[in-house]
């Protein structure tokens, strides 16, 4: 007898809980981690629950061979996932340009934390934004998914297995130690409600020779192992037949171009944003953990009669760079709130800049969660 | 009128009409070594999963076996190895790569899954030397050759793998030379059908770039010295350190039983579903 996959019901529940559940729920079968604070609730959970629901959860000797692993697991049909923090992530990223190279869905969390270096374990930083989109070597284009509750915990690791299945890719969800920690309200729905997809394959018996697995902007069905495909999965610069190609630099540009363009066509359907700035001046665009303030602080503007929307990035990578635009165009000034130096600034700027004014706010002290009060204080400066 | 061909060209990938290995090299042996125990066991490549590295013998299997093949990062085969066996139980996962792939790279993988002890044949071809980036030293790498990073001589002592491997504990271990294609067939046929981490160490010739370094520029001449310096796993334990110092131990060094991972997970399986909510 196999165990629950969906524990449907409501729960006061942990963000990193809620994810581990929202991947069992999504259909993860297999997943490999390494101890990190603040992402091991998610590795303890599924350690418990995988083997419950006929998965596998390994404890790998580092974080390069945990996403190793799930690559290869990957490439069996399987579904999976691994979670870890920002220096975890750090020794992963050449294999997750692997994953990105040879097309292999999966899903890796980040609880980001104080950094650079081993930083602060325990402090919530979303410090880890363009390493996600630019950390592995070469030009290539990725999904992340920024969640800012518990809920969304749940809701966006399910939504990032549906993407990586659809588009085969890996795909991030970037959290952080106050989501990731934080006890909220989860619902978790039934199951025949949680919506799944699952990867293209070839045609049952299909011709090993004549298999296109790789390379297609309209994402090529997956020549999985085992099946008889014969695949030829290589990383190194191949052709839509999985053929290596060390040679011809045409083939180069077709390899980087496919691979990018297949995320790049389809970006209508990955953007999520959530847009209240109906009839606002003033426009405050976050993300994550510090869109919560940013929400509050809105409300209380309002309630002085400055006109202040939010518009805050639930998809970052793709960048949503022309629902930006969209909004800067109905704005007069717009604020980015980044519980960091200003790492999605520059990008949210290029965007915006040409149609209002753009200024940036980090919390007083890197690491607390914007005060409302302090962005008040912000709003009230440029509606001056 | 019919065609004569090669008895293994069956398992070699269509679309593949040349090597990329120099004459004279020795991943022809092994290749030979390794479709021909499948052969003989009356296997089908379908049976299989392999996995390579970087480096020039990881390109064994990608492309020429007409398999699912995965060509891997540097170093990272056997954790990708270890993934597909997860998913896949039923077939059998094999990694084929170099000393510097799994030993030093790698060698941090190499010696957790030696630990862990899931079903999977490693086969390790060590030529002790970089062969694919230009004659580079490795951690197999002879005390005191000059190399094209050791331009003065190796100032490190080398590695001895299998024992590494064995040390780590591995359920089955062996090495053997390119001189003794026909034992390295017995000795894989074997470690396919273990039950268990099973690891093969072949020192193998790399006559371009290890061949010159040493002044020994032919494959022949590497071949046969190979032959004078193997000596059996029996004829070595009369032997002291010593005298064993310069010689190459060829045999099959360790074959135990020792639980098997996949089988306990299985177990597990079986016992958290009993514990399920």
């Known amino acids: 007898m196999s165990g629950q996959r969906v524990l449907t ?37 599924l350690a418990e ?58 899903v890796i969390v980040n609880v980001q934390r104080g950094a650079p270096t081993t930083g602060m374990p325990t402090a919530g930083v979303p410090g880890d934004m363009v390493q996600a989109k630019r950390g592995s070597h070469g030009d290539y284009e990725i999904i992340a998914l920024c969640p800012s509750s518990p809920q969304e915990m749940f809701d966006y690791t399910v939504l990032a297995f549906n993407y990586a299945e659809k588009y085969r890719t890996p795909v991030f969800i970037l959290s952080d130690a106050f989501v990731g920690h934080m006890r909220e309200e ?40 085992g099946r008889g495909f014969k695949a030829h999965v290589t990383s190194s610069c191949h052709n839509e037949y999985g053929q290596r190609n060390l040679s011809d630099l045409a083939a180069l540009d077709n390899f980087i171009r496919k691979l990018s363009n297949k995320i790049l066509k389809h970006k209508d359907e990955i953007v999520l944003v959530e847009r209240d700035y109906e009839g606002a001046e003033i426009v405050l665009v976050s993300y994550g953990a510090v869109s919560r303030a940013a929400a509050m602080a809105a409300a209380l503007a309002r309630r002085e009669g400055i006109p202040v929307g939010t518009l805050r990035l639930i ?63 912000k709003i009230r400066e440029v509606a001056k | 009128m019919s065609e ?37 066991l009356s296997m089908d490549l379908d049976d299989f999963v ?42 059998k996962v094999m990694v084929i790569s170099g000393d510097g792939d799994l030993a030093a790279i790698g060698g941090n993988h190499l010696i957790h899954n ?61 090495r053997w030379t390119t001189f003794h294609p026909r034992q390295l067939t017995a000795t894989i046929k074997k470690a396919i059908r ?19 370094k040493t002044g020994v520029g032919s494959s022949v001449q590497m071949l046969r010295e190979y032959k004078e310096k193997a000596i059996s796993v029996r004829e070595a334990a009369k032997l002291s350190e010593e005298e064993l110092a310069e010689r190459i131990v060829v045999g099959e060094l360790v074959d135990k039983a020792k639980p098997e991972m996949v089988e306990e997970i299985e177990k597990i399986k079986e016992r958290a579903a009993g514990e399920t909510p």
């Open chain 1, 49 to 106: 629950r995988l083997p419950q629901v006929g998965g596998v959860f390994l404890q790998m000797e580092d974080e390069i061979s945990s996403i190793a692993a799930i690559i290869g697991a990957s490439w069996t049909g399987r579904k999976v996932m691994t979670a870890t923090s920002g220096p975890g992530i750090s020794l992963m990223l050449e294999n997750i340009g692997f994953a990105v190279g040879v097309e292999t869905p999966c």
């Open chain 2, 50 to 91: 392999f996995v390579s590295g970087i480096g020039c013998s990881a390109w064994i299997p990608s492309p020429f076996f007409n398999a699912d093949v995965l060509h891997t990062t540097h170093g990272r085969p056997i954790a990708f190895a270890l993934g597909i066996k997860m998913g896949l139980p039923e077939k």
């Open chain 1, 315 to 377: 998809t970052v990578w793709p960048f949503p760079g022309e629902e930006i635009e969209k909004m800067a165009r109905k704005a007069t000034r717009v604020i980015v709130l980044e519980n960091n130096l200003g790492q999605l600034y520059p990008y949210i700027k290029a965007e915006a800049a040409h149609y209002a004014e753009v200024s940036f706010l980090p919390p007083s002290i890197i690491g607390q969660i914007h005060d409302p009060e302090e962005i008040l204080k």
């Open chain 2, 4 to 40: 004569i061909v090669h008895p293994l060209h069956r398992f070699i990938r269509p679309s593949v009409t040349s090597t990329t290995n120099c004459p004279g090299c020795g991943n022809g042996i092994v290749a030979q070594a390794i479709l021909r125990a499948i052969d003989e």
């Open chain 1, 9 to 45: 019901g409501k729960y006061f529940m942990m963000g990193n809980v809620a994810c581990a559940e929202g991947a069992i729920a999504a259909g993860c079968e297999f997943a490999a981690g390494y101890p990190i604070t603040p992402a091991t609730e998610i590795a303890n959970c």
């Open chain 2, 114 to 174: 030696a630990r862990r002890n899931a079903e999977m044949v490693v086969i390790c071809l060590n030529n002790s030397i970089y062969g694919m980036t230009g004659g580079q030293a490795a951690p197999t790498t002879p005390m005191g050759l000059k190399t094209a990073t050791t331009p003065y001589g190796t100032f490190e002592n080398p590695f001895d793998i299998s024992n590494l491997v064995i040390a780590a504990g591995a359920s089955f271990v062996a």
């Open chain 2, 194 to 212: 273990k039950k268990g981490f099973s690891f093969i160490e072949v020192i193998t010739q790399c006559p371009v770039q290890f061949g010159r």
């Open chain 1, 186 to 225: 989860v619902i978790i729905p039934e199951p025949e409600k949680v919506e799944t997809v699952h990867r293209k394959l070839p045609e049952p018996g299909a011709d090993p020779q004549k298999i296109k697995g790789f390379l297609d902007e309209d994402v090529a069905p997956m020549p999985i192992f």
